[in-house]
């Protein structure tokens, strides 16, 4: 029952954005903008250029997810659907899995725009696994939205949600995001050291477990705020 109805509410999200395409639009603009920058930036003939490749698929998807992550709460705050959630017999939690998956979905179709062009302007070869970089695309994306969809919903209550959200989210995902930077640069670049990748693969997926199972059981009392 509950997963059918997060299943309702992120259908039901993901088929108004489809329709508007405003958040999608703006987050896959926005990607766009970040490769070309630093493809002026970064010479892309130099083959040092290879050591900044993780990082910026990382900055990609961090600085498009936030401004999907604040759009998707702050939304149903201005058309007040929020309160309407709350008072239909379902549980909090059913509305944070249903806008979990909603994001999450998201930010996947962004990165399957985005990092095959970044690939392609830098003219960048994967010498490592392409099975373990989508492994570790798949996990930290995990950690960052599960957390995010979290902050946003605690952010949403604030006037300056959209200031209050990285403020929140950057500390508490820094560990996911140095974990899966370290993983994609040896995954990419130098799959010698796969076992220290796997290594910090291990942890960020332990620390999406516990974050995402803490989010689950607090966002009944956050919702309510």
């Not at 910026?56 to 997810?65: K, P, R, Y």
């Not at 149903?76 to 998956?101: C, V, W």
């Not at 950057?170 to 993983?183: D, M, R």
Request: with cysteine; charged share 10%; hydrophobic share 60%.
């Amino acid at each position: 029952m509950m997963l059918r109805t997060a299943l309702t509410i992120a259908k039901k999200d993901l088929y108004s954005e489809f329709k508007t395409k405003q958040v999608l639009g703006t987050m896959v603009i926005f990607a766009g903008l970040v490769i070309l920058v630093l493809s002026f930036a970064f010479d892309p003939a130099n083959s040092t250029t290879r050591a900044v490749i993780p990082g910026a698929v990382w900055i990609i998807i961090v600085f498009s997810g936030i401004l999907g992550l604040n759009r998707s709460l702050i939304s149903e705050q201005r058309n007040d659907t929020m309160h309407g959630l709350l008072i239909a017999p379902m549980e909090a939690s059913s509305i944070y899995l249903g806008k979990f998956l909603a994001n999450f979905a998201m930010i996947m179709i962004v990165e399957i725009v985005s990092i095959p062009f970044l690939f392609l302007l830098f003219d960048f070869k994967i010498t490592g696994s392409i099975p373990y970089f989508i492994l570790v695309l798949f996990i930290g994306s995990f950690g960052f939205i599960a957390i995010g969809t979290f902050l946003a919903a605690l952010a949403s209550n604030s006037k300056s949600s959209e200031m209050l959200l990285p403020l929140l989210l950057f500390p508490i995902t820094t560990p996911v995001l140095i974990g899966v930077t370290q993983a994609t640069k040896i995954i990419l670049t130098n799959m010698d050291q796969l076992p220290s990748a796997i290594a910090w693969m291990q942890m960020v997926a332990a620390y999406d477990v516990i974050f995402f199972v803490l989010c689950f059981l607090l966002i009944e009392y956050v919702l309510e705020v």
